[in-house]
């Protein structure tokens, strides 16, 4: 079959299992342009779970598939590739996260959502990329311990008066780009504003312009005013900043911003995770409830 056929295939599937097809922003852009619905994590999760579909195709990595599941526990979570997984997600793991708190007893836990059910589920409030300084504000505490990304906790301690302690865990590939790299792109494209994503190191964040979540830097640079952009963010979103913005340059802080994790999932895969209804992602009911708690606690925090 060629894209044109996958694709159909794929749409009729869909149809025939009453089924919602979720990509995340770094997925392939053939993967991201058959998809119902494309942006984060969290947001498709949410997402999902409003649709009357019985079946959620998650076309990302395990963690987004298990937020699904934890959002959406009554839908049948489908992810196409079960070997796509995070290395930052896999920084951390429940005992190791209990251990800690042993060592920090009172300390809140804050969590990012890239991270898995079970660790989720031994925090007490859950955050994402753009609303991390108003959970860690909304906490009362003077001091919190952020995991898993040691870049995402050091953005955030630049607006809070908190002590945040840190988990060593980042996202290699954002942590593999220099302020050095940053430097090259500018001069290439002086004329470009830099658009950072937060788990970004701190001297990479130093030289953007703007920092934002991959929502944040759609809903940016559709309402900018400016007409080229250097992202540094996983290359998968320039598909979508492309489309949405089809008059305005967008350049890639490096090449080598590339996660193979959500590269892995191909069309065929989407075809037959339908056909066979597997590999289906379901979270334990007992780690579930613990997991929804702490996201309904930062879903509960105002925007900042
Ligand atoms: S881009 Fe980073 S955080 Fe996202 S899945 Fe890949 S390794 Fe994990």
């Not at 992810?79 to 995070?86: E, H, K, N, Y």
């Not at 802080?253 to 590339?258: D, E, I």
């Given at each position: 079959m060629n894209v044109t056929e996958m694709k159909k295939r794929v749409r009729d599937l869909l149809d025939d299992r009453e089924a919602v097809m979720l990509a995340h922003n770094y997925q392939r852009p053939e993967v991201q342009d058959t998809a119902d619905m494309c942006g984060d994590s969290l947001g498709l999760s949410i997402q999902a779970g409003r649709t009357?579909?019985?079946?959620i195709v998650f076309c990302g990595v395990h963690f987004m598939a298990e937020t699904a599941s934890i959002v959406s526990p009554d839908k049948t979570v489908l992810?196409?590739?079960?070997?796509?997984?995070?290395p930052m997600a896999d920084t951390i793991t429940a005992p190791a996260l209990r251990a800690r708190k042993k060592e920090l007893p009172g300390v809140p836990v804050v969590t990012y959502v890239n991270s898995t059910a079970q660790v989720k589920a031994e925090s007490d409030i859950c955050c994402t990329s753009a609303n991390a300084v108003a959970v860690v504000k909304s906490i009362q505490s003077d001091r919190v311990l952020m995991t898993p990304d040691r870049n995402l906790a050091q953005y955030t301690q630049r607006y809070v008066d908190k002590e945040i302690l840190l988990w060593d865990g980042c996202c290699n590939i954002h942590d593999r780009l220099t302020a050095q790299q940053v430097s090259r792109a500018r001069a290439s494209h002086p004329e470009a504003e830099v658009v950072a994503h937060p788990e970004c190191r701190p001297e990479v964040l130093d030289q953007a312009d703007v920092i934002r979540s991959t929502s944040g830097m759609l809903d940016h640079c559709a309402k900018s005013?400016?007409?080229?952009f250097i992202i540094a963010t996983e290359n998968g979103i320039l598909h979508q900043l492309r489309k949405q913005s089809p008059d305005k340059r967008f350049y890639q802080?490096?090449?080598?911003?590339?996660c193979p994790n959500m590269k892995l999932t191909r069309l065929e895969d989407v075809i037959e995770a339908l056909e066979t209804m597997g590999p289906v992602v379901k979270v334990p009911e007992d780690v579930r409830v613990k997991a929804l708690a702490a996201v309904e606690r930062m879903l509960a925090v105002p925007r900042d």
């Open positions: 009357p579909a019985k079946v992810l196409p590739r079960p070997d796509a997984g995070c005013g400016r007409e080229a802080a490096s090449r080598n911003m590339v």
